[in-house]
């Protein structure tokens, strides 16, 4: 028989539950989910459902290299627009020495050893293509989550969208501004942290372009978890496009 105590304390952790349950699905939309999550919770979020990436990120081909150098020859736009993982975070390719006139091989991992898993272990990030130059990152500024204009082209870096003559990347919002040469590392304005990339592989024989992982999460107004122990987050309360391609203005 259930005395008087055991009854209360019942009664209260009942009372809890019907209380704080209300709250356990904005919670959980606040804190957003884990990439590798979202398989089991709608396959509709990702641009591919293999696992074949690093790090359990998808493989997923965003173009081939001929489209893209025919895309910068008969329209001189260097970036070529693609969603990952994520149907709604937007990316785009960029060729460095395209617009930089120079050899960009290799760029410093600015997250290396920040991040568990395979992609933290990544000391410096390789260029694809032909000439090692082709490089991806996101469109999504991790200051506050405005969209990059990375497909304006302007002569100055004081100008928002894309400097092509020194690869900065200005945000219209507030400011902040990329140097996408260095791994999008921050050298103006108040972004937290360098603009995540996306790690590409390139096939040799047929010259399709995939992406494969990020360096980093992209932005998120979420709380990390911490288990697993990397915080790749989707945000669900965000949600962005991806221009169609070629979409390159001028600007300035």
């Known amino acids: ?73 008969n329209s001189s736009c260097p970036v070529f627009f693609f969603a990952y993982p994520l149907t709604n975070e937007p990316c785009f390719l960029i060729d460095l020495e395209a617009i930089l006139g120079e050899p960009v091989p290799e760029i410093e991992n600015p997250y290396y050893g920040q991040y568990a898993g395979p992609l933290g272990q990544m000391k410096t990030i390789q260029g694809v293509g032909p000439n090692n130059s082709i490089y991806a990152f996101s469109d999504v500024c991790v200051h506050l989550g405005c969209q990059l204009p990375a497909q304006v082209l302007v002569t100055s870096s004081n100008d928002p969208g894309l400097d092509i003559e020194n690869s900065i990347l200005h945000c219209p919002c507030h400011g902040s501004m990329y140097l996408l040469k260095s791994g999008g590392i921050v050298v103006g304005g108040p972004a937290p942290r360098p603009l995540p990339m996306v790690i590409l592989e390139y096939d040799e024989n047929t010259g399709d372009i995939y992406a494969v992982g990020t360096n980093a999460p992209y932005f998120s107004a979420s709380i990390p978890r911490v288990n697993p122990s990397d915080n790749l987050l989707y945000d669900p309360r965000y949600s962005y496009s991806t221009p169609n391609n070629p979409s390159c203005s001028k600007g300035g």
């Open 1 to 73: 028989m259930m005395n008087r105590r055991t009854f209360l304390r019942l009664y209260l952790v009942v009372g809890a539950a019907v209380a704080i349950a209300p709250l356990i699905k904005p919670l959980a939309d606040y804190v957003g989910y884990f990439y590798n999550e979202l398989g089991s919770i709608s396959k509709q979020y990702l641009v591919a459902n293999n696992t074949d990436g690093i790090g359990g990120f998808p493989k997923y081909k965003i173009t081939n290299i001929s489209t893209f150098q025919q895309q910068v020859k």
